[in-house]
Nanobody, 123 residues
Framework: VQLQASGGGLVQAGGSLRLSCAAS????????MGWFRQAPGKEREFVAA????????YYTDSVKGRFTISRDNAKNTIYLQMNNLEPEDTAVYSC?????????????????WGQGTQVTVSS
């Protein structure tokens, strides 16, 4: 599966953005999908993941209650709705896929990665 993220941009603190990740391939619905981010000078970190059906989600603590991951298998797309953004959310956001049977949070579990999209939150 090939992945392409989009939707990043510059937003003020407290604002919102919605990221999209379009996937190619007929087996998209069989993949657990995740969002990761990497801030300047920091390691890539897990943000959120969603099961193949969309019925199970998992978030890192710092985004719980502010970010929502979702997917539309008919459109081969996943989304990350980001509300109440903070300057600490500034990073390059990337989507990734895994054939894991469960919602995964470890970078090493993901074998398919898309190019990232820059999110910048100003204070």
């Amino acid at each position: 599966v090939q992945l392409q993220a989009s939707g990043g941009g510059l937003v003020q603190a407290g604002g919102s953005l919605r990221l999209s990740c379009a996937a190619s391939g007929r087996t998209f619905s069989r993949y657990v999908m995740g969002w990761f981010r990497q801030a300047p000078g920091k390691e890539r970190e897990f943000v959120a993941a969603i099961s193949w059906s969309g019925g199970s989600t998992y978030y890192t603590d710092s985004v719980k209650g502010r970010f929502t991951i979702s997917r539309d298998n008919a459109k081969n797309t996943i989304y990350l709705q980001m509300n109440n953004l903070e300057p600490e959310d500034t990073a390059v956001y990337s989507c990734a896929g895994t054939r894991s049977s469960r919602v995964a949070a470890q970078i090493s579990e993901y074998g398919y990665w898309g190019q990232g999209t820059q999110v910048t939150v100003s204070s």
